[in-house]
Nanobody, 121 residues
């Protein structure tokens, strides 16, 4: 019904930058909070950043000062700009969106398939 498609992951050297994108499509009435989470092998999935429809942001301590979350409401897209990447940032990054769907306007939480970010020299 609703699909989140992520892109922008890849291999980058320490200190480098990446911009992740996540575009939502489908039977969307409106999208509320969108966010990015990550999960490294053997670890719990953790929040990176979230952004409200109005543009209010929330960052994990590890992301503060290095990452910027933004969104394009007209295109149902959320971005995560990551700078000064560290080896510890290596993980699968997942997009999350709270979506009101169709005529019912019922709220569902959707997750993207994940995009791999590898920081290595």
């Amino acid at each position: 019904q609703v699909q989140l498609v992520e892109s922008g992951g890849g291999l980058v050297q320490p200190g480098g930058s990446l911009r992740l994108s996540c575009a939502a499509s489908g039977n969307i009435f409106s999208i509320n909070v969108m966010g990015w989470y990550r999960q490294a092998p053997g670890k719990q999935r953790e929040l990176v950043a979230t952004i409200s429809t109005e543009g209010l942001t929330n960052y994990a301590d590890s992301a503060k000062g290095r990452s910027t979350i933004s969104r394009d409401n007209a295109n149902n897209t959320v971005y995560l700009q990551m700078n000064n990447l560290k080896i510890e940032d290596t993980a699968v990054y997942y997009c999350k969106a709270h979506v009101r769907v169709g005529t019912t306007r019922y709220n569902y939480i959707y997750w993207g398939q994940g995009t791999q970010v590898t920081v290595s020299s």
